[in-house]
């Protein structure tokens, strides 16, 4: 089986799609794909239907979502994989014939998809970018940027896209959106200490004006500004900040940005930098 949650949603098995078009089926199908080969309780998946105030039918009708992913997978199964052209090459099948009770388990408490050792783009961005957390903290940048570049390069879109997300599932694309923008906030670092400031400043451009008041993006669009000398800029950036900042949050920018910004208000490009490196505090996410 192969899962994509990380944009639209997409569930292969055999090489075939298993997409419900009715919406509660999809839900139903996106959070068990998000939790491939975990048990998702019945609660869980009656509170992502019905959002606290389940019918009394609520069980039944959950049954009778997953006899529908049941008829789909069936469907794929019995297809011929040589026609599933979307599936990988090399993919991990699991022994013995799969079935649609055998991807699509009842246990008790819940259900779990088993994925039988198939892709998983959400897996595949956690292994990536831990790698390039990892070469962050022993220091080889070129490493780091080229793994966290890799991992973001799996993300075609908000999580569940196409999917008409409920409690559960709203709660897990802001999760999953965070896990994304710190392995961007670390691969714009990595980039920077690559020397790669200009080639960052149309990236960061549109980053700070999508993300209004969070505070490391502003503060690396603050350095890749100054660094391409363009200092009355940089400073620009910290008074849009602080202004949206104080009128959105009723907050003042953090210590470290402040420092930041006197420190490039102070000092040349390659001070202003060693400051903010040697600094020792990271600048605090706002937004």
């Not at 949603?9 to 075939?16: A, K, P």
């Not at 897996?123 to 970018?129: G, V």
């Not at 490493?143 to 196409?162: C, N, V, Y």
Request: net charge negative; with cysteine; proline share 5%.
């Amino acid at each position: 089986m192969d899962i994509d949650v990380l944009g639209a949603l997409s569930v292969r098995e055999n090489g075939f799609s298993i997409m419900p078009t009715a919406p509660k089926p999809r839900q139903v199908l996106a959070l068990l794909a998000l939790h491939a080969d975990q048990v998702v309780p019945v609660s869980a998946l009656i509170d992502e239907l019905w959002a606290g105030e389940p019918p009394r039918s609520a069980r039944t009708t959950l049954q009778t979502y997953v006899l529908q992913l049941r008829a789909l997978i069936s469907t794929a199964l019995e297809r011929d994989p040589a026609e599933g052209h979307e599936e990988h090459e090399g993919h991990e099948r699991s022994a013995g014939p799969r079935t649609a009770k055998g991807v699509l388990v009842t246990l008790p408490g819940g259900y779990l998809l088993n994925s039988g050792g198939g892709t998983s783009d959400v897996r595949e961005f956690d292994r990536l970018a831990g790698m390039g957390y990892r070469a962050m903290d022993a220091g080889d940048f070129p490493t780091a940027a080229r793994l966290l570049r890799e991992a973001l390069s799996l993300w075609s879109g908000p999580a569940f896209a196409d999917v008409q997300g409920g409690v559960q599932l709203d709660m897990e694309a802001k999760r999953l959106e965070e896990t994304r923008l710190c392995a961007l906030d670390q691969r714009i670092e990595a980039d920077l200490r690559l020397g790669r400031h200009r080639a960052l400043l149309a990236e960061l451009t549109v980053l700070v004006s999508r993300y209004r008041t969070h505070e490391n993006l502003h503060g690396q669009f603050m350095l890749a500004l100054h660094r391409s000398g363009r200092r009355g800029e940089a400073l620009d950036v910290y008074q849009r900040l602080r202004a949206t900042l104080v009128r959105e949050l009723g907050l003042e920018p953090s210590a470290a940005l402040r420092r930041l910004q006197r420190s490039i208000l102070m000092a040349g490009p390659e001070l202003a930098v060693e400051a903010a490196e040697t600094d020792g505090e990271r600048l605090v996410r706002v937004g």
